[in-house]
């Protein structure tokens, strides 16, 4: 059995400091918006003896200065995810302000695991309540969309499913087949024009301090074929025909979701297209 250590605190008092204790003061520290010295002030005095109990320092390398190093870099290696996951985002607002950003999202919404992947996993939700968000509509969308691009790409890989494995459907089953999904499909409510914002960028231009919007898009489908997740802008009627699929609607019933003549024929032709971009994995019936 080990017992909890102590240690001297500067007025020699003993202070007995378990690691629970301190591993306790040290995440609060490192997380307290203001920096590890304000942290100190914000505590009682017998908060603060165990904290000084439980942190070394040495001449010219106080704890305040030790503790710091980890607070400094505890934010700038999920600033650095988040501008890796959100480069559009960021290119968007600006380095200054996106920095800001991170900084409020990261005190407001602080990692609970270790997987760096899942840091930016509220980012979206969060964009449309922070004054950034509400002052610049449609951030938010770049959000979603950029987090829908991520999970598509670590999403479970399945086998491809070709076009020829449709051509010998044979015509009279077609009416109750249903469509499978891949799993790295994700869809977002967004009318923001991408093609026009991503131009824009690669061009060196500045960024818009507008959002360009397309009247006739819903959204943006987000699929994936082998490592590389794509994304295109879809119209209601596409939108509403991948929710009945979603839905384990058969294929008639997808059919009659489509306004319009010959609703087969379209259904048709996105079948084709949702198969060679890696939206549909399979059929079943």
């Not at 968000?133 to 449609?138: L, V």
């Not at 691009?149 to 499913?161: L, N, Q, T, W």
Request: glycine share 8%; with cysteine.
């Amino acid at each position: 059995m080990r017992w909890p250590r102590t240690r001297l605190a500067p007025r020699g008092w003993e202070v007995r400091v378990t690691l629970r204790e301190t591993q306790r003061r040290f995440w609060e520290a490192i997380t307290f918006p203001t920096g590890v010295g304000p942290y100190l002030e914000h505590l009682d005095p017998q908060a603060r003896e165990a904290f000084v109990a439980g942190f070394a320092e040495t001449e010219g390398f106080s704890r305040i200065d030790r503790v710091d190093v980890y607070a400094e870099s505890y934010f700038w290696r999920q600033h650095g995810v988040l501008a890796e996951a959100f480069s559009l985002l960021a290119w968007l607002v600006g380095p200054a302000r996106f920095q800001n950003l991170c900084t409020d999202y990261v005190l407001a919404c602080p990692s609970k695991g270790p997987d760096l992947a899942e840091i930016g996993a509220g980012l979206p939700r969060f964009v449309a309540t922070h004054p950034l968000g509400r002052a610049t509509p449609g951030l938010a969308e770049v959000a979603a969309l950029e987090r829908a691009e991520a999970e598509s790409f670590r999403a479970a890989d399945v086998p491809a499913f070709h076009v020829q494995s449709l051509q010998a459907i044979s015509p009279e089953r077609w009416p109750g087949l249903r469509l499978e999904l891949s799993p790295a499909v994700r869809r977002v409510v967004t009318s923001v024009d991408f093609a026009v914002v991503t131009q824009r960028r690669q061009a060196g231009e500045a960024a818009p301090g507008e959002l360009p919007r397309r009247p006739d898009q819903h959204g943006m489908l987000v699929s994936r074929q082998g490592y590389a997740p794509k994304s295109r802008p879809i119209a209601r009627d596409e939108w509403e025909a991948l929710d009945a699929v979603a839905g384990h609607a058969t294929f008639a019933e997808v059919c009659r979701t489509i306004a319009g003549e010959v609703p087969e024929q379209r259904a048709a032709q996105w079948l084709l297209r949702w198969t060679q971009g890696g939206v549909v994995a399979g059929v079943v019936g």
